[in-house]
């Protein structure tokens, strides 16, 4: 038979787990919460990825996360219609996109410095392929852009309840990306890359966002968050358009090392603005259902796999999209 203070603990326990597990998963994606997005449908995944891999610790420390992402965008679109390419006459007085490939890697570092704050850097490492039809030309022109991207550094209070979370984030995305690439073949080599294309904006802009977080029985946690991308300055005529990202998602809790989950991602671009821009060109709005699935593989290091698949989108002039992506990645508990 238990003694009294034997229950006593195990009580203590039973209760300190219950508030442990929403705080693990409430955090969201303010790390990987929306990457700005440019002209020509550039921006990378939206989805939740740091949600998916458990979540910020309330202990204090650092933990790692790298994550990968691939976006081929084969698909050219003009409002929400795709388009024929072979319809479309060579030479033409538009740009037709022929593809844009992105694999992406993302390094995330983030301090735990209390249960109520926290801080995370973020640095993108883009790798982007190219391929389009400039106006007036008769022959394909092609990029190849590798390199750091702008860095993010976000800051972020929280406050945890036993049913329900909250959190607020705020942070910079500097200007560390080259935005001097020149197309390297065809037609256009040796002129200046298209600026939505390019690693970085040259702008500096500021993240805003808020979370929530519900437990709506022991099986199940859900989640939604909203972030501001708004950009504070343009240079050398190019300032990207605010971008607004709504993700919510439902994770199914269970006793195994496999959890699933599915998100909706919501993504509103404004049109770019400035005379390197391409005004006519920029600007989507886009909704994406994501399913999912996080993975404990050690007791310091968890995986994720997402694929994102597009249910709606709706772009202005004429624009690539993709069919699908995939984000996939590890997060290390130091």
């Known amino acids: 038979m238990q003694s009294s ?20 998963v409430t955090a969201l994606a303010v790390v990987t919460g929306p990457v700005p997005c440019f002209a020509c449908s550039v921006c990378g995944c939206s989805l939740s990825s740091d949600w998916a891999a458990q979540g910020y610790s309330m202990m204090p420390g650092l933990q790692a996360d790298v994550r990968y992402e ?23 007085d538009q740009e037709i996109q022929q593809s844009t490939l992105n694999r992406d890697i993302w390094l995330d570092l983030d301090y735990v410095g209390g249960t109520s704050w926290g801080l995370t850097l973020q640095l993108p490492y883009y790798d982007r392929y190219h391929t389009t039809i400039a106006p007036g030309d008769l022959d394909v022109s092609t990029s190849q852009a590798s390199g750091l991207g702008d860095v993010r550094m976000v800051g972020r209070v929280q406050k945890f309840g036993l049913r329900n979370s909250y ?22 080599a040796g002129e200046l ?38 950009p504070l300055n343009a240079r050398e005529g190019y300032r990207p358009g605010t971008s607004l990202a709504f993700n919510s998602g439902v994770r199914f809790l269970t006793t195994g090392w496999l959890t699933p989950q599915l998100q909706l ?70």
């Open 5 to 24: 203070s034997s229950l006593f603990l195990a009580a203590r326990a039973q209760k300190s787990l219950l508030i442990l597990l929403p705080t693990l």
């Open 70 to 92: 691939y976006d081929g965008q084969s698909q050219l679109r003009s409002g929400t219609g795709v388009v024929d390419r072979a319809a479309l006459p060579v030479p033409n």
């Open 167 to 188: 959190g607020l984030q705020f942070g910079l995305k500097l200007p560390t990306g080259r935005f001097d690439q020149n197309f390297a073949t065809g037609p256009q």
């Open 193 to 230: 890359l298209d600026r939505g294309l390019q690693l970085g904006t040259g702008t500096t802009d500021a993240l805003i966002g808020a979370s929530y977080f519900t437990r709506p029985s022991v099986s199940v946690g859900c989640f939604a968050q909203l972030m501001l991308d708004q």
């Open 265 to 334: 991602n919501v993504r509103w671009e404004g049109r770019e603005t400035g005379v390197n821009s391409d005004h006519d060109n920029s600007g989507a709005t886009v909704i994406d259902l994501s399913p999912g699935v996080t993975a404990d593989l050690g007791k310091r290091i968890q995986g994720f796999a997402f694929v994102q698949l597009p249910v709606f989108q709706r772009v202005n002039g004429l624009q690539l999209e993709p069919r699908w992506l995939l984000s996939t990645g590890l997060r290390y508990e130091f």
